[in-house]
C-alpha cells in the first residue's frame, strides 16, 4: 500500500440506538474518528423498488490498519454518507479496504 495515495479525509461511524421519554427509538451516528483514505470509484448501478429507481454507487476506501473496525456502520465523504457491507485486511495487517454503497436518494 503506498500511503501517499492516502489524499483524502474521511469520517467514520457507527450506528447507535437511544430511547427518548416517550420510549421512542432514535437512531443516530457516532463519530469514530477522521482518518486518511484513498477513494475508488466502481461502477454504478440502478434497482428498482417499488416503482422507483435508485441510482446506487459502490465506493472502495482504503485506510490504514485499525483494530476493532467490525462497530463501524458507515463513512462519511464529500458529504455523503456510505453504507459499510464489507471490510476486508490488506496484507499483513497493512490496511483495511471498506467496500460501501451510496444511494442518490439518501435511504
Do not use: C, P
Given at each position: 500500500m503506498?500511503?501517499?495515495?492516502?489524499?483524502k479525509?474521511?469520517?467514520?461511524?457507527?450506528?447507535?440506538a437511544?430511547?427518548?421519554?416517550?420510549?421512542?427509538?432514535?437512531?443516530?451516528?457516532?463519530?469514530?474518528?477522521?482518518?486518511?483514505a484513498k477513494?475508488?470509484?466502481?461502477?454504478?448501478?440502478e434497482?428498482?423498488?417499488?416503482?422507483?429507481?435508485?441510482?446506487?454507487?459502490?465506493?472502495?476506501?482504503?485506510?490504514?490498519h485499525?483494530?476493532?473496525?467490525?462497530k463501524?456502520?458507515?463513512?462519511?465523504?464529500?458529504?455523503?454518507?456510505?453504507?459499510?457491507?464489507?471490510?476486508?485486511?490488506?496484507g499483513?495487517?497493512e490496511?483495511?479496504?471498506l467496500i460501501?454503497?451510496?444511494?442518490d436518494?439518501?435511504?
Amino acid at each position: 500500500m503506498n500511503i501517499g495515495e492516502l489524499d483524502k479525509r474521511i469520517a467514520l461511524y457507527s450506528g447507535a440506538a437511544t430511547t427518548d421519554s416517550w420510549n421512542h427509538v432514535n437512531h443516530t451516528r457516532v463519530l469514530k474518528g477522521t482518518f486518511w483514505a484513498k477513494v475508488i470509484y466502481k461502477s454504478g448501478t440502478e434497482k428498482q423498488s417499488a416503482d422507483q429507481r435508485v441510482g446506487v454507487d459502490k465506493v472502495e476506501f482504503i485506510i490504514r490498519h485499525l483494530d476493532g473496525m467490525d462497530k463501524v456502520s458507515s463513512v462519511q465523504y464529500a458529504a455523503d454518507y456510505y453504507d459499510i457491507h464489507s471490510i476486508e485486511v490488506i496484507g499483513r495487517k497493512e490496511g483495511l479496504r471498506l467496500i460501501t454503497t451510496v444511494r442518490d436518494n439518501n435511504q
